[in-house]
């Protein structure tokens, strides 16, 4: 059974009633289960649960040093390019929005790689807007090799490909894909996806399960949290992570929390995430699936992405900047993607790592020689 499938399963499950009948005793009873299901982790997400946060956050601390240690892994994203031929309503960056416009030459790319390469970051996640015909695979390809001599791990976020594509990529050095469905309500995502390839729903539904069957190491998802209903839309999340965990065990599967951050655009989320609902979302998904990675960007501000070190989270960015250009070209930045809340240094946030008594990482693996 594909995804899809799985997803239009749940089409027409009562979310609202499943909440309503949730008690106090049933989330006790799934918060010391070993093994969680579906519904287990649906309970979690429920507004009953949010009353029993200091109960789960007990068991997702435990559980996350168990397979984590107490640690924090950092990276880095390298925007490339801000062209983009898709218009989506909620983004600074989409077609219709008249930014300047800038695509990194090889050189340009070098010394941004040099800049972040400085602050001691060893994986780095390489981002353009989606414009396939302003950012062919010969370019992707190419500034990947420049890329790897910076670095020891090189993901991608950029738009989704084919499987040989995907693999293309992979072969060429790259070992960690994210790609954000943004939201799982294949009606919203119509509505919130107005032109481009990204109209799409199916085909980036699948992009993430073409990554892994292609061989990426790692495999990041997640939703653009405020965009749809904000409980089911992390429930979908969190099956999706499930799914691939399943069938791709030679493949990392972590999930990221995009909260919604105002961009150069008109939009207002309509199912806005308030902190202590993030933290609910976490803290299940935690219980639900251990061995998940949690990346927590600058998205989220340094007093929040703090308290989420010993709440679940395993992986930051920092250093951040989300321009074009930005690292080295601190007198001409284009417009950012969205606007970052923790401006903290690498150095920065390392310290605040080490303050909870975590160890800061900078690099878990190596591609070899
Ligand atoms: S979210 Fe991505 S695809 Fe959509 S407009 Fe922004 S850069 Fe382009």
Known sequence: MSFYEIVQQYQDFPFEDFFAGISAEEVHQVVAK?????????????????????????????????????????????????????QCIYCGFNTSNSIKRRKLNLEEIDLEARAIAETGIQHLLMLTGEAKAVTPMEYLLEAVACLKKHFASVSIEIFPMDTD?????????VDGLTLFQETYNE??????????????????????????????RMVNIGALLGLGEKRSEFFFTGLHADYLDRRYIDTEISISLPRFNPADCEFQPDYPVDD??????????????????????????????????????????????????????????????????????????????????????????????
């Open 276 to 369: 202590r609902t993030f933290v609910q979302f976490l803290l299940a998904l935690r219980l639900f699936q251990p061995r998940f990675g949690v990346t927590v960007s600058t998205r989220e501000n340094a007093r929040m992405r703090d308290n989420l070190i010993q709440l679940g989270a395993t992986r930051f960015s920092a250093g951040v900047c989300t321009s074009v250009g930005g690292y080295s070209m601190e007198e001409d930045r284009d417009p950012p993607q969205f606007e970052i809340t923790d401006d903290r240094s690498v150095v920065q946030v390392a310290e605040a790592i080490s303050a909870h008594g975590y160890q800061t990482i900078y690099k878990d693996w190596d591609r070899g020689i």
């Open 187 to 216: 009606e919203l995502y119509k509505q919130v996806h107005l032109r481009g390839k990204k109209r799409d729903y199916r085909y980036r539904l699948d992009g993430p399960e073409r990554g892994a069957k292609a061989g990426m």
């Open 165 to 173: 594509e995907y693999r293309q990529m992979q072969q060429a050095g």
């Open 34 to 86: 070993d093994t969680l299901q579906p519904l287990d982790f649906l309970t979690l997400l429920s507004p009953e649960a949010a009353n029993h946060l200091e109960l789960i956050a007990e068991k997702a601390n435990r559980l996350t040093v168990q397979y984590f240690g107490r640690t924090i892994q950092l990276f880095a994203p390298l925007y490339i390019s801000n062209y983009c031929s898709n």
